[in-house]
């Protein structure tokens, strides 16, 4: 059989028709062709000796039951294919030209920016948070609540708390703007590693969260939003920069042993961090009420996110955020609670969209 193969090519090759002939949609399209074009009779013998040789009896049989019609419609079709796949690259082409011009990012993925709107209509000008994401914060909310710490644990968390303001106090002193965006880098990341380890910990068990997931990373992005807010009224400079990558370095890390460990102390120690928010932010409205700060015009951003009336100012901000901090603190001493009493997280629903 292997020679007759070899035969076959060998006598394709003489009609200068190639070894290329060996695939069944050549051959087919050879052997119609011969019958529309009645090709020479030393063509037609190179193709009966191909097709003799062939193994497959079926091969054989669906190359003559096709038309000479079928094929050439087949051909038309084929060059009409071809032609609007040209004509949808030149589309293509000329689109990402387009975007390139306005300075846009070009994709050949087709994925299309994603849009929003305001309630007017206009464009939605902020990329990293959505209309819906949006809300006005609850300022009617408790600031002086406090978690009495009873236990060992509760009070290693809280004198925890208590040692680190001193260096804070210490080093920012009365640069509340600035002490405020930087404590913020800090305050963003339990809520994420929490949520991280969750999220971790519902794979490996293969059970529900109790939607603590989510209410931990809303915490982080929460936060990280008000990050996004002070870096509009202070400017860090190098070293506090610099104190930021390594504060990070250390705390992400104790804090995710931390909470590996002991998540009832980990929660703890958070609610106790955003006790001590709430007094650094009443510092910074004192000081604001003084006129030892600016009160300046409140960021776009903040107006935005927290839905503030035009005109709002600094003052209206730091009194936004600051509710935030007092919602922060109640999850995270309930999250503690729910551990101290022997239970899961999962076992009672989480706060989603407490704010
Ligand atoms: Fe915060
Ligand atoms: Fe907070």
Redesign the pocket.
Known sequence: MMMMRQSGSRVAGMAGLGSRLFSTSVIKGVHESSRIAKPSLLAKEVVDTFVRARPAVAVFRGARQYSSTVTLQGETEKEKNKEEEEKKVQNVNTAADSEKQKGNIVSYWGVPPSKAANKDGTDWKWTCFRPWETYQADLSIDLNKHHVPITFLDKLAYWTVKSLRWPTDLFFQRRYGCR?MM??TV??VPGMVGGMLLHCKSLRRFEHSGGWIKALLEEAE??R???MTFMEVANPRWYERALVFTVQGVFFNAYFLGYLISPKFAHRVVGYL?EE?IHSYTEFLKELDKGNIENVPAPAIAIDYWQLPAGSNLRDVVMV?RA??AH?RDVNHFASDIHYQGRELRESPAPVGYH
């Open positions: 405020a404590l913020e305050a963003a929460n936060e939003m008000h990050l955003e928010a955020v935030d901090e922060h």
